[in-house]
């Protein structure tokens, strides 16, 4: 065992967000299936229908409205927001207990439960916004997808009025022009954090123990 294994890590919320579209699910994704990354995926509770692609418990946790009525009102969730007429949220307890051991949390959320996140634990938070190149390549993207009716990828477009300005309240900005370029950028943003100063624990003494060896050297 090595002095440098007696310095520890509180794990850290990477947030990534962006208007339906431009990419940020496709980046996250990446990010899960990277064996380099190691990281674990908070799953939200939502009250919206499951897709045919989802899967319960995987991708959200289905669950009806008044269940998530209850588990917001009984300080369950670290943070909700209602996106396109559905409610979202972040269960708190496994979160929690990963970032107490060291573990990384990426989160999929837009801009609403990311300012929650702030106001909770900014000093744990990694946030990420994601911008299109184009507005017609947000469009285009929605449409090729095919997940969507024409009414949902209109009112998707407008919501963007709303969801593209908040870029400004975020740490780090990706314009997803080219996938492998933004996805490189995302996973440098990620290692880069976990090797700040204020999140190691312990680094004082191992610097310490660094210094009285030195000392011992004379």
Known sequence: MTASSSIGRRGLMLVVSSPSGAGKTTLTR???????VEVDLSVSVTTRTRRPSE???VHYHFIPTRQFEAMRESG???ESAE??????GTPREPVERALAEGRDVLFDIDWQGTMQLYESARADVVSVFVLPPAIAELKSRLERRAQDSSEVISRRLENARVEIPQWSKYDYILVNE???RSYTTLKA???AERARRDRMAGLAVFVDGLMSDLEALK
């Open 30 to 36: 990446s990010l899960l299936d990277d064996p380099e």
């Open 55 to 57: 899967v319960d418990g």
């Open 76 to 78: 369950q969730l670290l």
């Open 83 to 88: 996106v396109h007429g559905n409610f979202y």
């Open 178 to 180: 080219d996938l492998d």
């Open 189 to 191: 943003i990620l290692f």
